[in-house]
Nanobody, 123 residues
Framework: VQLVESGGGLVQAGGSLRLSCAAS????????MAWFRQAPGKEREFVAA????????FYTDSVKGRFTISRDNAKNAFYLQMNSLKPEDTAVYYC?????????????????WGQGIQVTVSS
């Protein structure tokens, strides 16, 4: 699966952004999909994930209630709606795909990655 992110940028604290990830290649609908992020000097961390059917979603505690992950298998795309953004959300965000029923939280478990997109939240 090839992945391409879009929708990043600069936003003030409290604002919103919507990230998109377009997938191509193998059967997208059979993959679990996730968003990770990596801030300068820090390890890549799990943000959110959705199961292959979209019926189950998972979030890291710091984004619960603010971020929403969704997918549209008909369009081979999935999304991350980010609301109430904070400066600590600033990072490069990556979408990732894993040939799993239940999405893992560790980056090593993912088979495909996008190139990453910058999200900057100013205070």
């Amino acid at each position: 699966v090839q992945l391409v992110e879009s929708g990043g940028g600069l936003v003030q604290a409290g604002g919103s952004l919507r990230l998109s990830c377009a997938a191509s290649g193998r059967t997208f609908s059979s993959y679990a999909m996730a968003w990770f992020r990596q801030a300068p000097g820090k390890e890549r961390e799990f943000v959110a994930a959705t199961s292959w059917g979209g019926g189950a979603t998972f979030y890291t505690d710091s984004v619960k209630g603010r971020f929403t992950i969704s997918r549209d298998n008909a369009k081979n795309a999935f999304y991350l709606q980010m609301n109430s953004l904070k400066p600590e959300d600033t990072a490069v965000y990556y979408c990732a795909a894993a040939d799993r029923l239940v999405p893992p939280r560790t980056p090593q478990a993912y088979d495909s990655w996008g190139q990453g997109i910058q999200v900057t939240v100013s205070s």
